[in-house]
T-cell receptor, first 112, second 117 residues
Framework: QQQVKQSPQSLIVQKGGISIINCAYE??????FPWYQQFPGKGPALLIA?????SEKKEGRFTISFNKSAKQFSLHIMDSQPGDSATYFC???????????FGSGTKLNVKP | GAVVSQHPSRVICKSGTSVKIECRSL??????MFWYRQFPKQSLMLMAT?????????EQGVEKDKFLINHASLTLSTLTVTSAHPEDSSFYIC?????????????FGPGTRLTVT
């Protein structure tokens, strides 16, 4: 059973546009929600993360929106650039089990 | 800060041999390290959680006798794939959590591409 559901599977955005990736979860024991960026042949790198007591967090061009009641969170990439083309994973951590659960990934392609 | 290295980055081995992959936290101490497996165009699958000085906790369906994990120090964990077969070919990624416990995040290594011929 997929603990974290991610959509879309792939996304094509024009340079300068906004990329939006969505994730949903069911387990209310999750207490930390990071987003990772992964380039081909590389390990994931933390992009931005949020805790459920905050509804939005912004770091540069990247924003997480968090809706606790709906159990959904999303990543917004403003002014998307070709260099943002990568695979993005959302994740959720269950603290007491010290485990992270990953979404299925979204392959983003930003066209110049 | 928070750098995790893996060695080797790529390895090719013959079927039936064993391969050891090292995961090191370079600038912090990690009481917990995680081992993931990633198939092409798929998500990360957690294989096991290793805690320094104790036995690893394996996820359901992961053969503990095939994937031996040792976490002998606060900066080093190793994954040994024993009697490797072509179906073990994959991208193996480790991650580490800071020992202080104050930091939520896990830091990923660059991954190891294993090809079994």
């Amino acid at each position: 059973q997929q603990q974290v559901k991610q959509s879309p599977q792939s996304l094509i955005v024009q340079k300068g546009g906004i990329s939006i990736i969505n994730c949903a979860y069911e387990n209310t024991a999750f207490d930390y929600f990071p987003w990772y960026q992964q380039f081909p042949g590389k390990g994931p790198a933390l992009l931005i993360a949020i805790r459920p007591d905050v509804s939005e967090k912004k770091e540069g061009r990247f924003t997480i929106s968090f809706n606790k009641s709906a159990k959904q969170f999303s990543l917004h990439i403003m002014d998307s650039q070709p260099g943002d083309s990568a695979t993005y994973f959302c994740a959720a951590r269950q603290y007491n089990f010290n485990k992270f659960y990953f979404g299925s990934g979204t392959k983003l392609n930003v066209k110049p | 800060g928070a750098v995790v290295s893996q060695h080797p980055s790529r390895v090719i081995c013959k079927s039936g041999t064993s391969v050891k992959i090292e995961c090191r936290s370079l600038d912090f101490q990690a009481t917990t390290m995680f081992w993931y497996r990633q198939f092409p165009k798929q998500s990360l699958m957690l294989m096991a959680t290793s805690n320094e000085g104790s036995k690893a906790t394996y996820e359901q369906g992961v053969e503990k006798d095939k994937f031996l994990i040792n976490h002998a120090s606060l900066t080093l964990s190793t994954l040994t794939v024993t009697s490797a077969h072509p179906e073990d070919s994959s991208f193996y990624i480790c991650s580490a959590r800071d020992a202080t416990g104050r930091i939520d995040e896990q830091y990923f290594g660059p991954g190891t591409r294993l090809t079994v011929t």
